[in-house]
């Protein structure tokens, strides 16, 4: 009398084996066979050439400007207040009549954003009561300089819009005929 395993029972667990391994190579024959695909990434054209993104992808930071090209940051602090890694850094500075720089009494003199910290999260731009800042579709962030990764406020700033200051469509003046008697 053995009190061994059955030996129909190791034949199934052998048979179980060797199926599995089977069904695993069938997988890496069928890819090793298969075309390859390249992408010529770093050698496009275009910085987002190619890169598809989804609406609610987030990039690097931009901070916008109103209709008149004024900066829309009225340097409030809320932002650096709601940033969890302490990242951004601000300094206020009052506005001018000489030297308009937003369109509120202040403006960040100083706008700093240290990517070694960033985290993504976007709660900047959801405490951002002007909506100043916002994320952007840039993801070209590597660098062999940690000390690159710190954006100032120039790099971090949309261009001015060619319309900025005028009137979007001019009117033409309107002749209105005279009444007679």
């Known amino acids: 009398m053995s009190f061994g395993i059955p030996n129909y029972t190791v034949r199934m667990s052998v048979f179980r084996d060797i199926f599995g391994i089977a069904k695993g190579m069938s997988v890496t024959f069928r890819e090793m066979f298969a075309p390859t695909i390249v992408e010529d990434y770093p050698n496009k054209k275009l910085p987002n050439e190619g890169a598809v993104f989804q609406e609610r992808f987030r990039g690097l930071h931009e901070l916008q400007r109103d209709e008149n ?6 340097a409030c602090f809320l932002c650096a207040a709601a940033c969890p890694s302490n990242c951004i850094y601000i300094e206020a500075a009052e ?3 000489e030297n308009r720089i937003s369109g509120a009494e202040r403006y960040a003199k100083i706008y700093n954003i240290d990517y070694n910290r ?4 976007g709660y900047c731009v959801e ?22 990764l710190v954006y100032r406020k120039e790099a971090l700033l949309v261009p001015i819009p060619a319309n900025a200051g005028k009137p979007l469509d001019p009117q033409e003046p309107v002749m209105v005929p ?3 008697a």
């Open 95 to 97: 506005n001018t009549e």
């Open 69 to 74: 090209g004024l900066e829309k940051c009225v």
């Open 127 to 148: 405490a951002c009561p002007t909506d100043a800042i916002t994320h952007g579709h840039g993801f070209k962030l590597a660098t062999f300089n940690a000390s690159n």
């Open 118 to 121: 960033c985290i993504f999260c």
């Open 178 to 180: 005279e009444k007679r």
